[in-house]
T-cell receptor, first 112, second 112 residues
């Protein structure tokens, strides 16, 4: 019972196509996050959510959108994928940043 | 601009050796967390320290939060190959949603 799952784990897509990544939690945590991790850049926040239908931008939000229609699900959409969005994407959940995050296992996305 | 700088960036040691990883900032944090990330997986929370000067031990790992709550260290005694991974520190500026800042990371390799 992982508490947080991401899908898919791997995806290859073509430039210009839309892509949606899903994050599902069973912990009922209020906060959910999407990060990307790239060599030399570390973890960078894309978007986060502080409640159902309540989201905000992170430091690298351009080209990405999110939605949270239920407490347990947080979707990340690349409207028109570009090669610069090739990365490993992590979802994280938290009751409060003070206590730390629980991360998912990641989605490796390749845009060709 | 990185809020949290970790050193060293890379560390390769022999099994049985001791090591220390540092996490430094000019900012004050309400809590400081350490994560370990293994290849193909998301970061996993190891410990949270919240009081200046606090020391926490987790088997062979010792975590210390600086008196001024601006820095932290991770000391590993008698390193083992299973300690290999990317170590990340993260500081929370205040409670709430988007107040966790990740360090630049230290990649540790323990050679058998």
């Amino acid at each position: 019972d992982a508490g947080i799952t991401q899908s898919p784990r791997h995806k290859v897509t073509e430039t210009g196509t839309p892509v949606t990544l899903r994050c599902h939690q069973t912990e009922n945590h209020r906060y959910m996050y999407w990060y990307r991790q790239d060599p030399g850049h570390g973890l960078r926040l894309i978007h986060y959510s502080y409640g159902v239908k309540d989201t905000d931008k992170g430091e690298v939000s351009d080209g990405y959108s999110v939605s949270r229609s239920k407490t347990e699900d947080f979707l990340l959409t690349l409207e028109s994928a570009t090669s610069s969005q090739t990365s490993v994407y992590f979802c994280a959940i938290s009751p409060d940043s003070y206590y730390g995050y629980t991360f998912g296992s990641g989605t490796r996305l390749t845009v060709v | 601009t990185q809020l949290l700088e970790q050193s060293p960036q890379f560390l390769s040691i022999q099994e049985g050796e001791n090591l220390t990883v540092y996490c430094n900032s000019s900012s004050v944090f309400s809590s400081l967390q350490w994560y370990r990330q293994e290849p193909g997986e998301g970061p996993v929370l190891l410990v949270t320290v919240v009081t200046g000067g606090e020391v926490k031990k987790l088997k062979r790992l010792t975590f210390q939060f600086g008196d001024a709550r601006k820095d932290s260290s991770l000391h590993i005694t008698a390193a083992q190959p299973g300690d290999t991974g990317l170590y990340l520190c993260a500081g929370a500026r205040q409670t709430g949603a988007n107040n966790l800042f990740f360090g630049t990371g230290t990649r540790l390799t323990v050679i058998p």
